[in-house]
């Protein structure tokens, strides 16, 4: 693709080395302690900063500015663009930005979903710039990632409660650390790699498909002769167009900074995946709204669409967005890292302990933080994790974990060993001591957890505010627990084996994907929810409140707007989808069936007129006429059961009535059509098959 990625990285991003250029060194030292340390940024900082941004941004031919935010549960994020023009004096105008224009914004936050939160008349919202995630310019905007607040101050993204998520983990990692005899660590940082993966389908196809264009999932349609049965398209050749998208999105994401790493195609067919880097949690949050945003806009260009549904098609695997995850020191200890003698990594091994009670605690909280509506149509699936939460901890650490249940210490671990390929032209490879498990949705891959679970449409904001918040719950429960101890090391060992102990439920090393875990999990009692309106109301347990008020990260009222705003979506996406499938059945499918079966009716007289036998043409027309008759039906009472369920009281009525009777109704709506579509005739089918999107 002729770049040099050294040279074009981070070229639109106004990051430390340009402060440091160009700002003055006590306004950068101030800035840089603020970023790491924590600070408010005073009116004449503030005033500092903008003035060199602005010359900077004019300088990357920038004539507008936008705070950047994300509304809650609005997957892509949310822009309003001011230009740069002052007020005219003379007929002549200035380019202006300042300080406040920097800090500070007000979007009018009416428009978006604040579950109960701010009244329609009490309009104001605020957002407040994010000073550790850093300012780009991007399509000539100089754009400022930032937090967004009610007027009232109540979160209304998923940005600021990761923040103060991410602080609680720190404070309550490093004091747990001093405890420890640790008197270097300063703080503790949690990391994210998130892989995002995506299909992308021929727009030209896409455009013929309405359950596409207004659900972003296929509503109905047969899979084809071929499907992903051979397992041929995982890590398989990358097509000409698809290749040349992807260099284009990675010179995109690499002048912003990202560090767009590993693209291949993922297990179905169109389907793709990217990763960049891991970087800190907030900034990874911006970056994936930001890849998501370019992987959108970018896929128009190549006549292609890019679909971020967890399930766009059925029968073939959806896609998720996986959350590596690990808290690292400002110097350098991963606390998910083993080592090679993990045996003797006592800090390890009670972070572990940790992360089981701690997991095994929010379990249906962690469920919910990592979907939206589409993802219940992947976990469980088949090829996602399924919806019950456990912990893979590989051979290596769960012997580990083994032990010191039976004896209360462990003394030896396994050896990862070599691998040799037994040929002496190829080199002897050190293996991982760990394989992989693809079952489980919260796997160890050695130095980190994997959190497979995340929908691919979905912020991972919610996701890393649980992650971290439960990690600084746990850290506070060892602190109070060790605190005063007379012998550390042993009172360490002691409530380490106590937390695996009562947690070793949440442990599962097996296949994920079984019917027999399903019944194990159920007798262990963990909790197995397939559709997240049943996981909803984790949002506002016990457990949950108070995790999240004791660290200030989000309070019982803006906890119970957020239940609301999860129950208005899944209303809001299934209304869409059922009203679609009407829409589809009676202008597209019922009049393609009375069509087709005139066109058979005509046949079945002109053979019979002709002396000719006409069984089977009848024996099709009766079918079809049948098939005709069960969609006008089905059509009906999904129309009747989706006005209701859009009527009920409160939006958790709704929703549950949207998740029992209109899923049943459209499950009873497609069958009669994708039925359908396997005798019609193809030149006769109003919609591009799965075959004709997928194998193109
Ligand atoms: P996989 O083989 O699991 O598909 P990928 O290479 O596609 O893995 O993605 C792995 C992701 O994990 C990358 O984003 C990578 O940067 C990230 N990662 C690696 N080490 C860490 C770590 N210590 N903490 C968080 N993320 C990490
Ligand atoms: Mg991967």
Do not use: C
């Given at each position: 693709?002729?770049?040099?990625?050294?040279?074009?990285?981070?070229?639109?991003?106004?990051?430390?080395?340009?402060?440091?250029?160009?700002?003055?060194?006590?306004?950068?030292?101030?800035?840089?302690?603020?970023?790491?340390?924590?600070?408010?940024?005073?009116?004449?900082?503030?005033?500092?900063?903008?003035?060199?941004?602005?010359?900077?941004?004019?300088?990357?031919?920038?004539?507008?500015?936008?705070?950047?935010?994300?509304?809650?549960i609005i997957s892509i994020g949310a822009e309003k663009h001011d230009?740069?023009?002052?007020?005219?004096?003379?007929?002549?105008?200035?380019?202006?930005?300042?300080?406040?224009?920097?800090?500070?914004?007000?979007?009018?936050?009416?428009?978006?979903?604040?579950?109960?939160?701010?009244?329609?008349?009490?309009?104001?919202?605020?957002?407040?710039?994010?000073?550790?995630?850093?300012?780009?310019?991007?399509?000539?905007?100089l754009c400022i990632p930032t937090a967004f607040c009610s007027y009232t101050g109540e979160s209304l993204d998923t940005k600021a409660p990761l923040l103060k998520a991410m602080h609680a983990v720190s404070k309550y990692g490093v004091r747990l650390l001093r405890l420890l005899g640790n008197t270097t660590s300063r703080r503790i940082l949690s990391y994210v790699g998130p892989e995002q993966e995506y299909f992308l389908v021929p727009k030209a196809l896409y455009d013929k498909r309405p359950d596409l264009i207004y659900s972003g999932r296929t509503l109905f349609g047969t899979m084809p002769p071929k499907g992903q049965e051979m397992d041929d398209q995982y890590f398989g050749a990358i097509r000409e167009n698809v290749k040349a998208f992807m260099d284009d999105v990675n010179i995109q994401l690499w002048k912003l900074g990202i560090s767009a790493k590993t693209q291949h195609n993922e297990v179905a067919p169109c389907q793709h995946e990217i990763a960049p880097i891991f970087s800190i949690s907030n900034v990874a949050l911006d970056n994936n709204y930001l890849i998501m945003t370019i992987l959108k806009n970018t896929a128009l260009k190549y006549g292609l669409v890019c679909l971020l549904h967890e399930k766009p098609f059925e029968g073939i695997n959806g896609s998720g967005k996986h959350n590596n995850w690990s808290l690292t020191t400002d110097d350098g200890i991963n606390l998910f890292k083993p080592g090679k003698n993990p045996e003797e990594n006592k800090l390890f091994q009670l972070v572990l302990a940790c992360l089981m009670s701690a997991v095994d605690r929010h379990a249906m909280l962690l469920r919910t933080a990592a979907s939206d509506t589409g993802n219940d149509h992947r976990l469980g699936a088949h090829e996602a994790p399924p919806a019950i939460i456990s912990m893979y901890l590989g051979d290596q650490i769960e012997d580990i974990v083994n032990q010191i249940l039976e004896k209360g210490e462990a003394t030896s671990s396994l050896s990862a060993g070599k691998i040799n390929f037994g040929i002496n032209k190829l080199p002897v490879l050190d293996k991982d001591p760990t394989d992989r498990n693809r079952t489980s949705p919260f796997a160890f891959t050695g130095n980190r957890f994997e959190f497979r679970m995340v929908a691919?449409?979905?912020?991972?904001?919610?996701?890393?505010?649980?992650?971290?918040?439960?990690?600084?719950?746990?850290?506070?429960?060892?602190?109070?627990?060790?605190?005063?101890?007379?012998?550390?090391?042993?009172?360490?060992?002691?409530?380490?084996?106590?937390?695996?102990?009562?947690?070793?439920?949440?442990?599962?090393?097996?296949?994920?994907?079984?019917?027999?875990?399903?019944?194990?999990?159920?007798?262990r009692g963990l909790p197995n929810c397939k559709s997240i309106v049943d996981a909803i109301p984790?949002?506002?347990?016990?457990?949950?409140?108070?995790?999240?008020?004791?660290?200030?990260?989000?309070?019982?009222?803006?906890?119970?707007?957020?239940?609301?705003?999860?129950?208005?979506?899944?209303?809001g996406v299934r209304n869409i989808e059922a009203n679609t499938m009407i829409d589809m059945a009676n202008k597209m499918y019922i009049p393609t069936a009375v069509y087709y079966s005139k066109e058979l009716a005509d046949t079945v007289i002109a053979v019979k007129n002709a002396g000719a036998d006409?069984?089977?043409?009848?024996?099709?027309?009766?079918?079809?006429?049948?098939?005709?008759?069960?969609?006008k039906n089905a059509t009906k009472e999904l129309a009747r059961v989706t006005a209701k369920a859009f009527g009920a009281e409160t939006s958790k009525e709704s929703a549950e009535l949207f998740k029992s009777e209109v899923m049943a109704a459209m499950d009873a709506l497609r069958k009669p059509v994708d039925e359908l579509e396997t005798i019609v005739d193809k030149e006769t089918w109003p919609v591009p098959s799965y075959g004709d999107m997928l194998f193109y």
């Open positions: 693709m002729g770049v040099n990625i050294a040279e074009v990285f981070g070229q639109d991003v106004f990051d430390e080395t340009v402060m440091k250029d160009r700002l003055p060194e006590s306004t950068y030292k101030e800035i840089e302690k603020i970023m790491h340390e924590g600070g408010n940024v005073t009116p004449e900082i503030a005033d500092i900063v903008a003035q060199a941004m602005k010359e900077w941004a004019i300088e990357k031919g920038a004539t507008h500015f936008t705070h950047v935010f994300q509304p809650y230009s740069f023009a002052s007020v005219p004096t003379n007929g002549k105008i200035d380019n202006t930005f300042t300080g406040k224009d920097l800090i500070m914004s007000e979007p009018d936050a009416s428009s978006f979903p604040s579950g109960g939160l701010r009244n329609t008349f009490g309009a104001r919202g605020y957002t407040a710039w994010d000073v550790t995630s850093p300012v780009y310019v991007r399509e000539d905007t691919s449409g979905n912020s991972i904001g919610d996701t890393n505010t649980v992650l971290s918040a439960m990690m600084a719950e746990a850290f506070l429960d060892a602190i109070e627990a060790l605190e005063g101890a007379e012998d550390m090391d042993k009172a360490v060992a002691e409530y380490t084996a106590k937390l695996m102990r009562e947690h070793q439920r949440i442990v599962f090393n097996g296949d994920g994907y079984s019917k027999e875990w399903e019944e194990e999990a159920a007798r984790s949002i506002v347990a016990d457990s949950t409140i108070e995790m999240f008020e004791k660290f200030n990260i989000l309070s019982r009222a803006e906890l119970e707007a957020r239940e609301d705003i999860y129950y208005s979506e899944y209303k006409a069984t089977a043409q009848v024996e099709l027309l009766n079918e079809v006429s049948a098939k005709l008759l069960e969609m």
